[in-house]
């Protein structure tokens, strides 16, 4: 159990919006969603 981040994302030049839900209060190992990855 934990809290969620929602985050709706947009791409210039593209319609439709993307949801992203997030928990980054576990402790276990971050993991980018499938099509992202850490900035580094």
């Not at 969620?4 to 190992?29: A, P, Q, R, V």
């Amino acid at each position: 159990m934990g809290m969620l981040d929602i985050y709706k994302i947009t791409y210039e030049g593209k319609k439709d919006t993307l949801t992203l839900y997030l928990n980054m209060y576990d402790k276990e190992k971050l993991k980018a969603p499938l099509g992202f990855k850490f900035k580094e």
